[in-house]
């Protein structure tokens, strides 16, 4: 008997793992990336085994949190909309003197 394998099942659709999707799972797995990096690096410069354990454990835990919290928050678009909210301007300056604007036009006459 044959096996049948649905192929290409998520075209179009966006990157999900765990609930996670799109900028939060890459900064979920860079986070983490970094935070192991960080501990490697203080393990080998000498620093107690108990306190990079703690440290590692914390920051861990710090970052899949937030980015549980922002994934539910802002969903799959939200940062992007947040820093786009964020360039917006509050409100519009013009530094033109205000007598451009009620400015009378006369028409010269022809002599």
């Excluded at 979920?28 to 107690?48: E, H, K, R």
Aim: hydrophobic share 45%; net charge positive; charged share 20%.
């Amino acid at each position: 008997m044959m096996n049948t394998y649905h192929i290409n099942k998520g075209i179009g659709r966006t990157v999900e793992f765990k609930g996670l999707k799109a900028q939060y799972l890459f900064i979920f797995a860079g986070g983490l990336l970094g935070i192991l990096v960080f501990i490697m690096i203080m393990y080998m410069a000498g620093v107690n085994t108990y306190i990079c354990l703690l440290l590692g454990g914390t920051t861990a835990g710090l970052l899949i949190w937030k980015t549980f919290s922002l994934n539910r928050k802002y969903g799959e678009h939200g940062l992007m909309k947040l820093g786009a909210k964020k360039k917006h301007p509050k409100y519009i300056i013009s530094r033109k003197s205000i007598f451009r604007y009620i400015k009378i036009h006369s028409k010269k006459t022809v002599a």
